[in-house]
């Protein structure tokens, strides 16, 4: 079935109309009427003869017509007997406006479910249940009751909470800001975010699709239709409420590190999904991809008749990483032609306390000619002399003439500016409260080019020894046990390409000098007990013996100490390791998210990871250019690069392990969390070690 009968239906039923002006039933039929909906309306209500002058209908099938559309009221306990008419009498499109399903217990999660299974055998779609409904303006079809219909526009808006539409609608109402469709998607019984994301990516009258999630049904698919999307339509999203990823007990680095909020970050980043924090920030971001076109770079220049506000701007742009215009000759030249000697040519150009509409106009209108222009803000604080409405006038008057840069206004104050900026939204102008916001929003937009026009993703695939692999995991999961040990686990990475430092284990401390002997010194130092996950933390990590001596004197203190420490530890002996001498410690990690799969963890490593926290997260599987820019998310990649005349590190070495450990924990989904820290890396052209490693698979 197409969307197409939950937007412009040729008739509606409302089964539940009411006559009681304070109930839903006859809020939906009201708004219905009142938004002017062109087609036929059936009320349905055993108990009345006609609602507001309609025939009304005592049930579905009386009405002997089929509905395109019909919007269910009643109590939850009567709806599956109007899912069965519905599909007794061949509707295919059904809103459940009612509340009192999942949401509310056992008793209506089985209700639920018998709506879903008549709606699955009848090939119904269903919106909701427990949802506001939804509204198409261009269709004069407001099934819901949010309050009025919005003007038709280019937003195409879904919220997982109805109170939030029904605020949305009324700031969009205020504000003059159309919409192409408005859906709530309530308990998502049926009909989900993946699916509206898919219609609205669809639609052509939806040019930007913005919404609101509490939770996303199929991590994996979202991501993908998410991905391919964003390509032609940016996506904002409002965001609530982590994963449970982050709150399970964790026993690596990485699952520790992983916040609830983390996986998001990963999949919106991945699917080049624009995240807002606020609805004022959604708002803004909406009117600008809706209305403009998209700017071809990041260089900005400011039209103001203040100083202040200018400024501001400016920093603004500094602070947002983006440019500032350096004007032509020609333009400044022109500009001085015609504007008072006092003004400031260059940007932001300043046309001075008593610039009226026509200023205003010859300056935006030259300064878009400039090709080292790519986006224009105007500024206007109202003076005495300023004209706000004349002015918003020539700016929507310019930007039909020239359409081919965005333009953004910032009209300062309240009152005075009101008129002003309702002509420029009627003229399709975004209008922003303020400089921070505009540059702000002119930022997103340069971001979302960026994102759009980056090289095709490439996993690139290493040859690996997978058998290997497969039956180090096979033998821990037969035995039940979920954490697999260091040399397992660097048996694993070593079949994937990874080198680990030599070493073998000692029982007694001659053994464990024996050892060294043949490894060479220095060497390091380290227990040996499947119960002991973080070895530092008991002094179970000695590093730099340069000696026999030493190593019997660091072995012999070890097993004095530790079994005090950690009675209950089975320890087996003492690993004998050769000793990376030089070189940077990183950690690269991954955690597994429930619903989105793995994702890639890289920052600064050692003893302190969990101190200092300077991580960067990433969906698996990893593109070259994605690992490396995992690099660069941190403050580590300074300090790798090389600072104040020290060396830098092999950056490319690092982002391959990245790329092998992603390839990893791809091919293996038991893998549930590993970390390698510290992955010891030094200068380019040398192999980074990985000295550290554990990971846990699932039983
Ligand atoms: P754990 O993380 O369980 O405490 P590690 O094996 O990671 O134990 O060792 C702790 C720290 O000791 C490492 O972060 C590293 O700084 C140092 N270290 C351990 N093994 C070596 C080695 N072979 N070469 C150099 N430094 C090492
Ligand atoms: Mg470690």
């Known amino acids: 079935m197409s969307f197409e009968k939950f937007f412009n239906p040729e008739s509606v039923a409302i089964v539940g109309a009411s006559r009681q002006k304070s109930k839903v039933g006859y809020e939906i039929l009201a708004s219905m009427m009142e938004a002017g909906y062109k087609g036929q309306i059936y009320p349905v209500n055993p ?41 007794k009498i061949g509707t295919r499109a059904v809103i459940i406006i009612t509340a009192g399903f999942k949401e509310v217990g ?12 008549i709606a699955g055998q009848a090939g119904i779609r269903v919106i909701g249940p427990n949802c506001l409904g939804v509204i198409a303006p261009a269709y004069n079809l407001n099934a819901s009751f949010g309050g009025t219909i919005p003007r038709p526009g280019a937003i195409g808006y879904l919220s997982q909470s109805g109170a939030l539409l029904a605020a949305i609608l009324d700031m969009a109402n205020t504000n003059n800001i159309g919409f192409s469709k408005l859906i709530s998607i309530g308990n998502k019984a049926d009909v989900d975010e993946l699916d509206l994301i898919k219609v609205l990516g669809e639609d052509p009258e939806t040019k930007v699709i913005a919404g609101y999630l509490e939770s996303i049904t199929d991590g994996n698919a979202f991501v993908s239709q998410a991905e391919r999307i964003s390509h032609n339509k940016p996506i904002l999203l409002m965001k609530s409420g982590g994963t449970a990823a982050g709150a399970k007990a964790a026993s690596s680095h990485t699952g520790s590190l992983a916040g609830s909020e983390t996986a998001y970050g990963c999949v919106f980043e991945r699917a080049g999904i624009i995240r807002c924090n606020s609805i004022k920030e959604q708002f803004d971001y909406a009117q600008a991809f809706g209305n403009q076109p998209l ?5 900005v220049a400011v039209i103001t008749n203040a100083g202040g506000p200018g400024i501001m701007a400016a920093d603004a742009v500094e602070r947002e990483g983006l440019s500032f215009s350096k004007l032509t000759d020609e333009t400044v030249s022109k500009l001085a032609s015609k504007l008072p000697v006092a003004a400031n040519l260059y940007n932001p150009i300043d046309i001075l306390g008593d610039a009226l509409a026509d200023r205003y106009e010859f300056a935006i209108d030259v300064v878009l ?15 005495a002399m300023t004209e706000s409405e004349g002015t918003a006038e020539a700016v929507v008057k310019i930007s039909r003439k020239k359409p081919a840069k965005p333009i953004f ?38 971001d979302y080019v960026r994102w759009r026009s980056r090289p095709k993703r490439v996993v690139k695939l290493f040859p690996v020894n997978r058998r290997k692999v497969e039956g180090i995991i096979e033998r821990h999961q037969r035995q039940g046990i979920r954490e697999v040990g260091e040399t397992e686990s660097k048996e694993i990475l070593e079949a994937y390409g ?14 464990a000098a024996n050892i060294a002997q043949q490894l060479g010194f220095p060497v390091v130092l380290k227990i040996w007990s499947p119960d002991i996950l973080h070895k530092s933390d008991v002094g179970g990590v000695k590093v730099g013996l340069n000696s026999e001596q030493e190593v019997k004197d660091a072995f012999d203190l070890m097993m004095y100490r530790i079994p005090k420490k950690q009675p209950e530890a089975n320890i087996l002996g003492v690993l004998v390791q050769e000793m990376c001498k030089s070189g940077k410690e990183v950690i690269l990690g991954m955690n597994r998210d429930p619903h ?4 890639m963890m890289f920052g600064m490593g050692g003893i302190m990871v969990e101190v200092l926290k300077d991580v960067s997260f990433y969906l698996a599987p990893l593109t070259a250019e994605e690992a490396e820019r995992m690099l660069i998310n941190t403050k580590t990649y300074q300090m790798l690069k090389g600072v104040r005349g020290q060396e830098g590190v092999d950056i490319k070495a690092i982002a391959e392990g990245l790329q092998r450990l992603s390839q990893l924990v791809t091919e293996f989904p038991q893998i549930q969390e590993m970390d390698i820290n510290p992955y010891v890396v030094g200068p380019e052209g040398t192999t980074p070690i990985a000295v550290d490693a554990r990971m846990s698979i699932e039983k």
């Open 47 to 87: 108990k009345a003869d006609n609602i507001e002058g309609l025939k009304c209908y005592p049930d579905l099938v009386s009405i002997k017509q089929v509905p395109e559309l019909v919007i269910i009221i009643v109590p939850a306990k009567f709806v599956p007997a109007i899912m069965q008419q519905c599909a």
């Open 106 to 117: 056992d008793e209506g999660r089985e209700l639920e479910q018998q709506i879903i299974q």
């Open 295 to 299: 700017p071809a770079g990041p260089r």
């Open 369 to 383: 000619d400039d090709p080292n222009v790519d986006t224009i803000l105007v500024l206007l604080t109202p003076q």
């Open 409 to 446: 206004a910032c009209f300062l104050g309240a009152g005075k500016i009101e008129d002003g900026v309702k002509i420029l939204r009627e003229g399709k102008i975004p209008v922003i409260d303020c400089p921070e916001s505009a540059v702000a929003t002119i930022k997103v937009m340069t």
């Open 498 to 511: 990874f080198v680990t430092p030599k070493g073998s284990i000692a029982a007694t401390s001659e053994q």
């Open 596 to 599: 989105f799969g793995p994702l």
